[in-house]
């Protein structure tokens, strides 16, 4: 079906300082390929470090490319400037990790959700926007709508916010969002609520996600399919159930046996994936995962291994294959 997003061969660098006058790159997308279909969730696993956040800012046209394309729709969109990009914006999204940060405190929800409407023209009349606000507050099961009219986000809790962040997301009708973390400052309590939210607004109105999260349990159960990063890499791709069951690259096999009892049996060598990926100041020569796999050969670290197609849409990066 359709890929509603795609990118091909992406690379994100940008330069950091350090020490007085040294200025470093950090290469933290490494030639990413990936597309997401029409009303499809894709999980994007990851650690920190993972370069997974700089991917879907890059998707979003929020950072900085080197080299590569993104396509929005059949658009490749790659080299468009801000002001070309403007019309498309309110369909391509962003729900970040931090509720607390990411909206004005001083404003009432209302206003917050009506802002995107009103820039945009988009509503002709305040009855409109005031039956489109109420039901996208309905949606996020912010109820009765009302009361949350003139509620500053002080007077709201963490899963209150991240659903007017939502909210505010969808009454532009978006036809992709990525979704960083979203429950991952949340209380346990209002995790499930937030997820199903998500997964209703998906099956509703066919909205994509790319779904970024650190933990493999999460994302296979929001998830169809999940792309596991490794140091800016996407290591390996395929539907959610097949990863979890037969995941091939060895660091996804390592992520998979530290979930308690997901994989039982597989019997795979222990590797230490305990700690912060180290960044890359070098364009990779070779596996990005060379150092720390049991499977290592001399070709690994000469050869940036590419994704090798499986079968059954299952993709992975490693020379075991
Ligand atoms: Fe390990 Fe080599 Fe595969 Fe990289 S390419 S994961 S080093 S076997």
């Known amino acids: ?15 950091i ?19 997401i279909k029409k009303g499809e969730i894709v999980g994007v696993i990851g650690e920190s470090g993972s370069g997974k956040t700089t991917l879907g800012k890059a998707i979003l046209k929020l950072v900085d490319i080197t080299q590569g394309k993104i396509y929005w729709g059949d ?15 309110r369909y391509y999204q962003m729900i970040q990790q931090d509720p607390y940060s990411s909206l004005d405190s001083r404003m009432k929800i209302y206003d917050i959700i009506a802002e995107g409407l009103r820039v945009n023209k988009l509503v002709h009349s305040k009855e409109e926007e005031r039956e489109i606000i109420y039901n996208a507050l309905k949606d996020v099961k912010l109820n009765p709508p009302e009361v949350f009219f003139d509620k500053l986000p002080t007077e709201l809790s963490g899963g209150q916010r ?11 009708k978006p036809k992709f969002i990525v979704a960083d973390e979203p429950i991952s400052m949340l209380d346990a309590s209002t995790r499930g609520q937030v997820l199903e939210i998500i997964r209703n607004i998906k099956n509703e109105t066919g909205t994509s996600f790319m779904f970024i999260t650190h933990d ?24 959610s159930e097949d990863i979890i069951k ?8 390592a992520l998979i046996e530290a979930v308690p009892k997901a994989n039982p049996e597989a019997g795979i060598p222990k590797v230490n994936i305990k700690g912060e990926q180290e960044p890359l100041f070098e364009k990779p020569k070779g596996c990005v995962f060379y150092d720390r796999c049991p499977f290592a050969m001399n070709v690994c670290k000469e ?14 990066a490693c020379h075991l294959y």
């Open 216 to 239: 493999i349990a999460l994302g296979s159960y929001i998830s169809e399919r999940l792309a596991v990063m490794y140091t800016g890499t996407l290591v390996e791709i395929a539907g």
């Open 1 to 15: 079906s359709e890929s509603i997003v795609r990118t091909e061969d992406l690379w994100v660098e940008y330069p």
């Open 75 to 89: 658009k490749d969109v790659s080299r468009w400037s801000n002001r070309k990009l403007r019309k498309l914006r």
């Open 246 to 253: 037969k995941p091939l690259h060895p660091y996804t096999q």
């Open 162 to 172: 991240q659903r007017v962040v939502i909210a505010r997301a969808i009454v532009m």
């Open 17 to 35: 300082s350090r020490g007085l006058f040294k200025s470093v790159k950090i290469y933290a997308v490494n030639g990413v390929t990936i597309d």
């Open 303 to 316: 050869k940036i291994p590419s994704l090798k197609d499986m079968g059954n849409n299952h993709y992975v």
